[in-house]
């Protein structure tokens, strides 16, 4: 009996300095930064079997700066087999304004699914980068811009009315109502999917330089939904070219108050543009 109870007492001390050292050792080691528990709160979502997860915690990357394993990951999410995620990493990229990873999202905006293509697209008018209004374009006309090699598939879904209504309003695209349209327009949006998006790429194509898409805008100043006509006319009033002034003119007759409204404010103003460029042409008097 007296051996039984000495080999248990042994056990208990030896468990008891088991524990001492166990406890020991950890007070020695380093209590983990903020930044340390960060990135492992990042880490493990990252490298989460769920897609959700995935994409939330790739697309929060977004937030830091000048931070290039952020920029590493997300530019790694650009190959993951979840449309989700591969958004999730071109739209981070753009928001953290990764230069370096322009060539990484050109490539994304040949990606099968199109919430990829408008992701990479908004990052590339990010970084300056004028490739992306290629996407915005193709949405408008449901046309390629001249010599751009949109896939075909992609093509098929941008003139499709009901693949289009799928981007909705967190595809990429994000549509926000403009002030001068007002409540009218947002009756109007609960019964048209459609229009909402093509005037969102028509508001993204009042900065793009190329004259291709200053002829696609007044092209949609008589298009059949009055709220893509009003889109257009207020981005061709921002593009401030001259050259598009007859192509708003007759909208100053649109049945349309929005339209109308935009319209004559648009006329103003190309107008002052036109007769400055006409000034500035003039030769100087001696």
């Known amino acids: 009996m007296r051996t039984i109870i000495a080999a248990v007492k042994g056990s208990v001390t030896t468990l008891t300095g ?11 080691l380093p209590a983990q ?28 990357l977004g937030l830091t700066h000048h931070d290039r394993k952020a920029e590493s990951y997300a530019r790694n999410a650009l190959g993951d087999d979840k449309p989700e995620v591969r958004a999730a990493g071109a739209t981070a990229l753009g ?7 322009e060539k990484e999202l050109e490539k994304a905006m040949s990606d099968k699914e199109n919430q990829v293509v408008l992701a990479a697209a908004q990052s590339l008018l990010l970084l300056k980068n004028n490739g992306g209004y290629d996407a915005y374009y193709a949405i408008l ?14 093509m098929d879904q941008f003139n499709s009315p009901k693949k289009i209504a799928q981007f909705g309003f967190e595809e990429g695209i994000g ?14 949006l609960t019964k048209d999917d459609v229009s909402p998006v093509r005037a969102a790429a028509a508001k993204a194509l009042a900065n793009d330089p190329d004259p291709a898409s200053g002829q696609a805008l007044a092209q949609a100043v008589t298009d059949k939904s009055w709220i893509v006509r009003v889109a257009a006319v207020e981005s061709i009033a921002k593009r401030g070219d001259p050259s598009l ?7 100053m007759s649109d049945e349309k108050d ?8 648009t006329v103003l103003r190309l107008s002052e543009a036109a007769a400055a460029e006409k000034r500035h042409k003039e030769p100087k008097k001696e």
């Not at 903020?34 to 997860?53: F, M, R, Y």
């Open 18 to 28: 088991i524990l001492f050292m166990i406890l020991a050792s950890s007070a020695a």
């Open 33 to 60: 930064t903020p930044q340390e528990t960060a990135w492992k709160i990042l880490e493990d979502g990252i490298k989460s079997d769920k897609t959700d997860q995935r994409s939330t915690a790739v697309r929060v």
């Open 95 to 101: 928001q953290m304004g990764a230069k370096s990873s």
């Open 141 to 154: 006309t449901g046309q390629r811009k001249a010599g751009k090699s949109l896939l075909s598939q992609q």
């Open 175 to 188: 549509f926000i109502p403009f002030a001068s349209i007002g409540w009218s327009a947002i009756k109007a």
């Open 245 to 251: 002034l007859d192509s708003v003119v007759p909208a």
């Open 258 to 265: 929005p339209v109308r409204y935009a319209a004559a404010a």
